[in-house]
């Protein structure tokens, strides 16, 4: 079934980039950094897990046949990215799934940093919607998109806050 294959993908896709923050973690931690926000990320991995558990669970009670419009989400899946490998390149090992703030360094002003102040949030917004309706997962797209917009705001507003520590 092709839910099973683009899920397994974007699985592996999340646990190497797992690998890649904590092997960065460590090195953050030994340079003095500390972390911010850390009661709201049990809920951003719990709605990446269920994200793509629901994806996988709608997709197969829906049937192994894509929808006709797949091609478009899946398009938009793909043109995100490499705005995605961008923004952590850019970020080199100051990359991180979590907040970590290290005493003295200035924030980044490169890369897609130049132009947005979060690339990689507009990638997994775009990702969390396009993503099930390749497989015709519909409500996961629109549940999944409200969830995310809400642990985003706070996210967001907890990250501006600890950058602002590392210009004052």
Known sequence: ????????????QRLFELVLARGNERRARA???????????PFIVALHVSW??????????RGPDLPAYWPVPLALFLLVQPL????????GER???KILIVPGEKPVSRGPYKYLDHPNYVVVAV???????????WVTALVFTVLNAAILSVRIREENRALKELVS
Not at 2 to 12: E, H, Q, S, Y
Not at 52 to 61: A, C
Request: net charge positive.
């Open 127 to 137: 990702e969390i919607l396009a993503f099930p309706l390749i497989f015709g997962a």
């Open 95 to 97: 990359w991180n799934t």
């Open 84 to 91: 995605r490998y961008w923004a952590v390149f850019s970020l």
């Open 52 to 61: 793509l558990v629901s994806t996988l669970v709608e997709g197969i009670l």
């Open 31 to 41: 340079r003095g950094a500390v972390e911010r926000g850390r009661g709201h990320y």
């Open 1 to 12: 079934m092709p839910v099973v294959l683009g899920v397994a993908l974007v699985a592996a």
